[in-house]
């Protein structure tokens, strides 16, 4: 299949109507999903060419779930199996609304049962949390940083390695604020607390503009793979025997907010989610007995 980075401006009349609606649909994605993306998409054409199919044009429901049976024969959970069908999905959707086919094959394709009650992610409760934080501040400012930007604001890792001092310069409505652009391009604007503050401007120091967080060694601007290897090294300071990857920080963020009361609506504006459902998957205390609600019924029905 063609890079559409590389193809779409050039010669697209070229390319057979899967090229053009598979580059057409790829344009609309960057970074790690547009690569994530691309690879499904070539996987979905590989497929086809073994099989004697064009991978648009004559597709029919069967021969997607004849495509969608292997990929858990080889392996794959359920939960990855239909992760493997986000960009096939996408794919579809987009060349029958552009017009291209008459009507989308994989709409009713069967796809596995995934039961996304709670995230699997293995983040810190409160006390690992807290001393997690306290260790990072001991390491080097920087780290110090970084944990907090991940564990209390629940940024992301890309997030938090493109920072800039010149981004929470800002105060609203009396709040010190923060200024990013997330996931999809989408921006931003959190308040930053006095600890959170105080720990950035101790990795400030007496620098008024630049990257915030710089790799304590170099003094180079982080990267993503500098993230991971500095909360890693947080993680064993602390203690913590398991992994702990960026994203497990962002999940104790929300996770904690919504063990301390935090409403769903707000730990959703928190963790920057376009749909509650997803925050929810967050929520441990669902499976909390001692907070049931069955304790709050019987206790307003108590004289039955």
């Given at each position: 299949m063609p890079d559409s980075t590389a193809l779409?401006?050039?010669?697209?009349?070229?390319?057979?109507?899967?090229?053009?609606?598979?580059?057409?649909?790829?344009?609309?994605?960057?970074?790690?999903?547009?690569?994530?993306?691309?690879?499904?998409?070539?996987?979905?054409?590989?497929?086809?060419?073994?099989?004697?199919?064009?991978?648009?044009?004559?597709?029919?429901?069967?021969?997607?779930?004849?495509?969608?049976?292997?990929?858990?024969?080889?392996?794959?959970?359920?939960?990855?199996?239909?992760?493997?069908?986000?960009?096939?999905?996408?794919?579809?959707?987009?060349?029958?609304?552009?017009?291209?086919?008459?009507?989308?094959?994989?709409?009713?394709?069967?796809?596995?049962?995934?039961?996304?009650?709670?995230?699997?992610?293995?983040?810190?409760?409160?006390?690992?949390?807290?001393?997690?934080?306290?260790?990072?501040?001991?390491?080097?400012?920087?780290?110090?940083?970084?944990?907090?930007?991940?564990?209390?604001?629940?940024?992301?890792?890309?997030?938090?390695?493109?920072?800039r001092i010149e981004h929470y310069a800002e105060t609203l409505r009396g709040h010190r604020v923060l200024h990013l652009v997330g996931k999809g391009n989408k921006p931003a604007t959190m308040p930053i607390t006095v600890p959170v503050l105080r720990v950035l401007e101790a990795c400030r120091g007496v620098r008024t503009s630049g990257p915030l967080i710089l790799r304590p060694l170099t003094g180079n601007p982080i990267d993503r793979r500098d993230v991971y290897r500095m909360i890693a090294r947080i993680a064993k300071g602390a203690g913590i025997p398991r992994h702990i990857s960026p994203h497990s920080l962002r999940h104790a963020a929300i996770t904690n907010a919504l063990d301390a009361g935090v409403p769903l609506r707000d730990a959703q504006i928190l963790a920057r989610h376009a749909d509650p459902r997803t925050t929810e998957h967050y929520d441990r205390a669902r499976g909390n007995l001692d907070r049931h609600g069955v304790h709050f019924l019987t206790a307003y029905v108590a004289g039955v």
């Open positions: 779409l401006p050039f010669q697209p009349t070229s390319m057979s109507t899967a090229q053009l609606a598979a580059v057409s649909y790829l344009a609309r994605y960057s970074g790690h999903t547009h690569a994530l993306y691309e690879y499904q998409l070539r996987e979905w054409f590989s497929w086809c060419e073994v099989h004697g199919l064009d991978p648009l044009v004559g597709v029919q429901r069967a021969h997607v779930e004849l495509y969608i049976r292997p990929l858990g024969d080889r392996g794959l959970m359920d939960s990855s199996v239909v992760t493997m069908m986000h960009a096939v999905r996408g794919f579809f959707r987009f060349a029958h609304i552009d017009g291209l086919i008459t009507s989308d094959p994989v709409v009713y394709a069967r796809l596995p049962k995934v039961h996304r009650d709670e995230s699997r992610t293995q983040g810190l409760d409160r006390l690992e949390l807290i001393r997690f934080l306290q260790v990072a501040q001991t390491i080097t400012v920087h780290h110090g940083a970084l944990a907090y930007l991940l564990g209390i604001n629940a940024l992301r890792a890309s997030e938090a390695a493109a920072v």
